[in-house]
């Protein structure tokens, strides 16, 4: 799941910058990467400088683009039930101005509280989604993939997986949760995990408690999440890491699940191959059991955040809608050595997809690339599966029609 240039880096990278974590908070001091930092002018509820600088940029963040003064006096003493602000929606964007969005939410109520940045924010991002005429629909039914996977394609694909993102109805999202908040999850977590059967049914490991040879073993496997992030740490994703993170494995190793590395909860099903179909039944029969196993040890009718226009409710709005991605690693030597990497990402893209490097954003190119679907909000999942699916069949296609 998660990618490095070195196994071994890695595993000394998690230990020491666990140590590093803790001797900062022995000193009290503030760790950008984890702590959530404010910017000055926010911290005391005034209009941040800084954003008047950002807006005067050719290149601006979305929520650069939509914010205005105007905006600010209106919302800037006003606090949703769980003590989410105007600052604090906006503080990622604004002392990172690199950030391509720029704000987060702390609630549900943040949607509809900061409507009008939200809805600037959502529509730009989500391109022709149109929040007073549509309304998300959430369908993860393997059977509705009309299209299938090429067998040239398929003979490409080494990995494939999809992950989608789940919040509890009954917390606050994890940009405005405490220590307190994320613990409680966890602890309600390991009930449901409890009530897996089948192939789903596997080990919770804690971050705050995994032993040395635990930590190697998901290491080696790429399973582990690491934090670490300025942009999500000004947001508060980061606060009080590690407690109350966590994963969850399957004993198969093919369905796993993200505790509070961002969304309270990260749903992943993946194997070796691209039988996709098998991919995606299995991410559905995942969140269907975690959200009958909440139901079940809540007593609750309702367990997931979601909203009746834009679906599932996340503290990105990128993620909004569906939650998911869907990626295959596929293999196209001839294709990167004719146009580049920016030449199939162009191509991925008008097909409602995007390429990445095999081991993340912004990773090195050789001879494979990572393909998903771009959409979120506004489509079904099993219509974002399909988008991917049309997209491998053409870069495939393409790969094949190359002359040595």
Known sequence: VVSTQSTGYFQHYYITNNLRRLLAAMSKVLDPYYDLIMDDDLAKNEWPHLLDDHQKQEKQSIMAQVMTREMWDKYKDHTTKNGWTLARAINTGVTNPSSFLG?????????????????????RYHVGFNMETMKHVTDMDVNKIGTALADHAKSKIISTRIRCARNLSFFPLNTCGTKESRLEIADLMEGVFSTFTGDLAG????????????????????????GKDKMQAASGYHADWPHGRGIFVSKDEKFLMWLNEGDHLRIISMEQG????????????????????????????????SHPVLGMIT?????LGTGMRGSVHIIIPKLIKKIGFEGIDKIARSLNCQARGSTGEHSEVIDRVDISNWRRLGYPEHELVEDMIKCVNVISQMEDEIQE
């Open 274 to 305: 691209g039988d996709i179909p098998s991919v995606f039944d299995r991410l559905g029969r995942g969140a269907a059991a975690v959200e009958e196993g909440l139901k079940k040890v809540t007593k609750r009718d309702e367990v997931y955040m």
């Open 103 to 123: 704000c987060h939410a702390g609630d549900l109520e943040s949607y509809n509280d900061f409507g009008p940045l939200f809805r600037g924010a959502i529509e």
């Open 315 to 319: 503290c990105c709005p990128t993620n």
């Open 203 to 226: 080990k919770f490991y804690r971050h705050t408690s995994m032993t040395e040879d635990e930590i190697k073993e998901l290491v080696d496997k790429h399973f582990l999440f690491r």
